[in-house]
């Protein structure tokens, strides 16, 4: 079986990933509930705070669900797109239509919102196909997505860590 496919070959990857996303989660709901009053104080803020969590939280159960040990290549793909499909839907349709409908958001923050939900849900729910038939890149696809939430996750933290301060 090639390496795309065997989650055995990535445990490595699936148990450092579950260790710093889980990290990072707990720092975050940490952060957040410190400035709580802060981030609900601003329109838009509490979406972006629980598509923080949301994204952090696909990557440990992403990697979580890679370390179930002894499970078939299709259980692993099944689950893999099951958790990438849900958290996807939940976190592109969070509300970007407050901004849109009180126009004080100026198009590019939009657009750098969506770019941040897109590379954080839609490399997983491929990575899930493609695992999931066999054909496509498969863990590589994971491995992308895991590394792009993140990174989205984290700049995300930084607006709502350090720039609603000034």
Partial sequence: MSAAYDASQWSDLFVAVAGASAALLGLLFVAVSINLERILSYEGLPERALETLLLLLSVLVVAIVGLIPAQSTLALGLELLVVSLVVAVIVLR???ALAEE???E???WRI???VV???GTVPLVIGGLSVTIEWG???YWIAAGVILAV???VANAWVLL???LR
Avoid: F, N
Wanted: hydrophobic fraction near 35%; avoid cysteine; aromatic fraction near 0%.
């Fill in 94 to 96: 969070l509300p970007t």
């Fill in 102 to 104: 009180t126009g004080k």
């Fill in 106 to 108: 100026p198009t590019r």
């Fill in 112 to 114: 750098g919102r969506l």
């Fill in 117 to 119: 939900r897109l590379q």
């Fill in 137 to 139: 890149g498969g863990l």
């Fill in 151 to 153: 990174v989205g996750a």
């Fill in 162 to 164: 350090v720039e609603i």
